[in-house]
């Protein structure tokens, strides 16, 4: 079985920057310890230091866990990440009546947004899994 690369680490890297609120680690589908790193940034930057060296090992793991299909995990994590308030990222999901509501409400009083980190990998991997059947 052939892994397909479905997290990159050059955005890994680039969401990194913004470790210490946890943006990688939500990435590479760490939700726990993302919302940790963002309570405590990062460890009080102790961890987000460390997680310069984990990087290569959580895309691994993520290439492993999710699904790779034409919907690209990347695009939509850098939507959620800058525009996720305007609802782009739903949108690009396909989730135009969603995407409608973040972009009247600003992501739905920003719980919306919350929620989409914590779950963005797994509804990118559906629908990746429903468009290969």
Do not use: C
């Not at 299909?69 to 739903?90: C, E, K, M, P, Q």
């Not at 992501?107 to 797994?122: A, P, R």
């Amino acid at each position: 079985m052939q892994v397909q690369d479905t997290h990159s680490k050059l955005i890994g890297y680039l969401l990194w920057i913004f470790g210490f609120l946890g943006a990688h680690r939500f990435y590479y589908g760490r939700p726990l310890t993302g919302t940790i790193w963002f309570f405590t940034l990062g460890l009080l930057g102790i961890g987000w230091l460390i997680d310069l060296f984990l990087i290569p090992s959580m895309d691994r793991e993520a290439d492993l866990r999710f699904h790779a299909g034409s919907t690209d995990y990347n695009i939509a994590w850098l939507l959620l990440t800058f525009l996720g308030v305007f609802g782009v990222h739903r949108m690009y999901l396909g989730k135009w009546l969603t995407g409608l509501l973040y972009l009247l409400t600003g992501g739905l009083f920003l719980i919306g947004v919350l929620y989409d980190f914590w779950t963005l990998n797994e509804q990118v991997s559906l629908r990746n899994a429903q468009r290969g059947q």
